[in-house]
């Protein structure tokens, strides 16, 4: 693993960490609000073990990347950070992207005539999702906010909560994904503005504007969903697959919206798999 930094032309300086070899095809991860690119660790070693490039990056105003200095995180910006990403390698990547990530790639491949990307996988997310999973994302983003953690431990706590899955008995990993701030309290490791964005699920993202840009996009897609994920129902699945005839979608089995974190297993040979027919494609 490689650490990277990203100086955009408008200025933002992203971090990134780069696993594989750079002359190999490139995948781009993009993980979801309130995250960091450390979510990516495994899946990224296993795609680089396969022969791709993987660039795992921080969102603008997540973990070690800037902050907009105005305190606007609208989609269009994650969108046209995206853009200038996929730019710098020497072909389009795969994007994969997870909640805010798959939204932000939606915005910038469909909405510009240029092609930006290789092909696409949306992590548990499609254009419309369910009003009551949206509510229950920003309801644990919202915990916690302004007041933070005393230490990782009551950290561990709340988050075990929101997954459901065991609590860790290990909690320094959370190091990662948490801010030490001077008053001794631990916050989420991402800018309090950017929930701001966020604090109702009609500012989650606009259902219209991303089914009108989904129609847009000619390249391939894939949708993993958690087969238990209160966001993207079995029906949403079907209605994103009708709008997107070619794509594809597969459920992962006792898998809730944070579907890599869940069963990264399954889901990174969903991934690869997708991947290996691309360059199939390709070859023939």
């Known amino acids: 693993m490689k650490e990277l930094e990203f100086t955009l032309s408008n200025g933002i300086r992203l971090a990134a960490h780069a696993y594989g070899n750079p ?3 490139p995948v781009l991860l993009s993980h979801g609000g309130g995250q960091t690119r450390h979510s990516w660790g495994t899946t990224a070693e296993a795609l680089s073990s396969k022969g ?3 660039v795992a990056y921080d969102h603008r105003g997540h973990g070690d990347s800037a902050w907009s200095e105005d305190g606007d995180y609208n989609i269009d910006r994650f969108a046209e ?3 200038e990403l996929a730019s710098r390698f020497r072909s389009p990547p795969a994007l994969v992207g997870a909640s805010l ?5 939606m915005v910038a491949e469909g909405e510009t005539s240029d092609t930006v990307f290789r092909a696409i996988v949306l992590v548990d997310i499609v254009p ?3 009003p009551e999973g949206a509510m229950n994302i920003v309801r644990f983003m919202g915990t916690h906010v302004e007041e933070g953690f005393a230490d990782l431990e009551e950290a561990a706590d709340i ?6 899955r065991p609590r860790r008995k290990d909690v320094s990993g959370l190091r990662k994904n948490l801010r030490l701030d001077e008053d001794g309290r631990y ?4 800018d309090p503005n950017f929930f701001k964005e966020r604090a109702t699920p009609e500012n ?5 504007r991303l089914v009108v840009a989904t129609r847009n996009i000619a390249i391939p897609m894939l949708l993993v969903r958690g087969q238990m994920s209160d966001l993207v129902t079995p029906e949403l699945a079907e209605e994103f697959l009708q709008l997107v005839p070619h794509a594809h979608c597969v459920d992962v089995k006792d898998a809730t919206h944070m579907v890599a974190g869940d069963r990264n297993d399954i889901f990174s040979q969903a991934v690869e798999g997708f991947l290996a027919d691309l360059s199939s494609d390709v070859a023939t």
Request: aromatic letters at 18%.
């Open 81 to 83: 950070d995206q853009r």
């Open 204 to 208: 989650f993202a606009n259902a219209d």
């Open 128 to 130: 419309r999702m369910n």
């Open 159 to 164: 988050i075990a909560q929101y997954t459901g």
């Open 23 to 25: 002359e190999d095809p």
């Open 101 to 105: 990530g798959g939204i932000a790639a």
């Open 187 to 190: 916050r989420w490791h991402w």
């Open 52 to 54: 791709w490039y993987a």
